[in-house]
């Protein structure tokens, strides 16, 4: 017999989660090679940095789609965490007492901000680098 599973758990309204990715085709009027990734990326790494000086939830939150997912890895707490959905991940980084700051980009070629397609989802990948009290990160 295999141990049970909860009715629910953080963040999920039903274990294990149900979700659909959000549609993240492009519109057919944009087009592919007037996007600039690194433009899109900088601006929202911008925004998040803001939101998260000024501790702001509404503006922090507006940042992740409904089905975002945020994986802590030992960074904003000493545990390994994964929060679901905006309201778990701004309660999860807003309420971290690291100091979480000097968000920057990564420009290298391996991990720079690019435009990536599988199938029909398009989608902007990039990889940035932070700074807590205790010492460097870097994410994806």
């Not at 963040?11 to 989660?17: L, Q, S």
């Not at 911008?46 to 939101?51: G, H, Q, R, V, Y």
């Not at 939150?61 to 965490?81: G, I, M, P």
């Not at 680098?129 to 994806?140: A, E, I, L, V, W």
């Amino acid at each position: 017999m295999s141990p049970s599973m909860p009715a629910t758990a953080e963040g999920f309204a039903t274990y294990p989660p149900r979700t659909a990715l959000p549609p993240l085709c492009l519109d057919a009027s944009t087009a592919r090679e007037r996007i600039n990734a690194s433009e899109v990326v900088n601006k929202w790494i911008a925004a998040l940095s803001e939101a998260i000086d000024k501790k702001c939830v509404a503006a922090f939150e507006s940042l992740f789609v409904q089905e975002s997912w945020w994986r802590d890895l030992v960074a904003l707490t000493w545990n390994v965490a994964s929060k679901y959905g905006p309201p778990a991940i701004s309660a999860h980084v807003l309420g971290s007492t690291t100091g979480l700051g000097e968000v920057t980009a990564v420009q290298t070629p391996l991990l720079g901000p690019r435009l990536e397609q599988l199938g029909p989802a398009v989608f902007i990948q990039a990889g940035f680098t932070f700074m807590t009290k205790f010492g460097s990160g870097r994410g994806s």
